[in-house]
T-cell receptor, first 118, second 116 residues
C-alpha cells in the first residue's frame, strides 16, 4: 500500500521567512510520481509541481523549490521569502506507474496548513 | 482554455436521498478522476474514468457510482445518502491520466455536499 506523511499539520510564519514543508512517502513500486498541490480557501487544488521517480534534478521555480531524495523517500517543498498570499493548505500526493489498479489514483498526505502573517 | 468545471458548487440534501454531481473536464482531456475530501479522512480517491471506461475504483461502498460520457464529461452519483457523505467532492482531469509520464492533473473547485 502507498502512504504519504506530512507531519507538520499547521505551520505559522511571519512574512519573508523561509518555510519548508516535509513530505515522506512509502511505496513498493519502482516507478512512481509525486505532486505538490496548493489549496486556497476557494477549494480548488492548484497544481505546483510533478516529479517522477526517475527525475534526478531538484527544481526551483521563482520562490518555490523542491528537494526530491529517493534515498530517504522524501519530497520536501520550500517557499523562500514567504508572502501572505502563500497562506493555504499544501498537499503532497503519490501515484504509481505500475498500471492496473494504480491507474489514475493518487494517495494524498493530510496536508500542511500554512499561515503567513504580515 | 476553461478549467475543470464542477456543478453545482453547493448542495444540501437529507439522509436517504440521492445526489448527482457533474464535472466538465478541460477541453481535450479524456481522463476524469473523482476525490472525496473530509476533515477526518482527508482526500480519498473515488474513481477514474478514461474514454467512458472506469479504470480504477477506490474503497467506497457501492452507493458511490460514476460514469463518463462520450464528450468526456463525468457524473458521480451517491444513493441513499448518509450523514458521513458530507464532504467536498473534487473532480480532476488530465489528457491521458496522471500515471502517464509528466502528465499534470488539474482540479475543479469542487461540490460541497451537506447531508442533513
Amino acid at each position: 500500500a502507498q502512504k504519504v506523511t506530512q507531519a507538520q499539520t499547521e505551520i505559522s510564519v511571519v512574512e519573508k521567512e523561509d518555510v519548508t514543508l516535509d513530505c515522506v512517502y512509502e511505496t513498493r513500486d519502482t516507478t512512481y510520481y509525486l505532486f505538490w498541490y496548493k489549496q486556497p480557501p476557494s477549494g480548488e487544488l492548484v497544481f505546483l509541481i510533478r516529479r517522477n521517480s526517475f527525475d534526478e534534478q531538484n527544481e526551483i521555480s521563482g520562490r518555490y523549490s523542491w528537494n526530491f531524495q529517493k534515498s530517504t523517500s522524501s519530497f520536501n517543498f520550500t517557499i523562500t521569502a514567504s508572502q501572505v498570499v502563500d497562506s493555504a493548505v499544501y498537499f503532497c500526493a503519490l501515484g504509481s506507474n505500475a498500471g492496473g489498479t494504480s491507474y489514475g489514483k493518487l494517495t494524498f498526505g493530510q496536508g500542511n496548513i500554512l499561515t503567513v502573517h504580515p | 482554455k476553461a478549467g475543470v468545471t464542477q456543478t453545482p458548487r453547493y448542495l444540501i440534501k437529507t439522509r436517504g436521498q440521492q445526489v448527482t454531481l457533474s464535472c466538465s473536464p478541460i477541453s481535450g482531456h479524456r481522463s476524469v478522476s473523482w476525490y472525496q475530501q473530509t476533515p477526518g479522512q482527508g482526500l480519498q480517491f473515488l474513481f477514474e474514468y478514461f474514454s467512458e471506461t472506469q479504470r480504477n475504483k477506490g474503497n467506497f461502498p457501492g452507493r458511490f457510482s460514476g460514469r463518463q460520457f462520450s464528450n468526456s464529461r463525468s457524473e458521480m452519483n451517491v444513493s441513499t445518502l448518509e450523514l458521513g457523505d458530507s464532504a467536498l467532492y473534487l473532480c480532476a482531469s488530465s489528457e491521458r491520466g496522471p500515471h502517464a509520464t509528466n502528465e499534470k492533473l488539474f482540479f475543479g473547485s469542487g461540490t460541497q455536499l451537506s447531508v442533513l
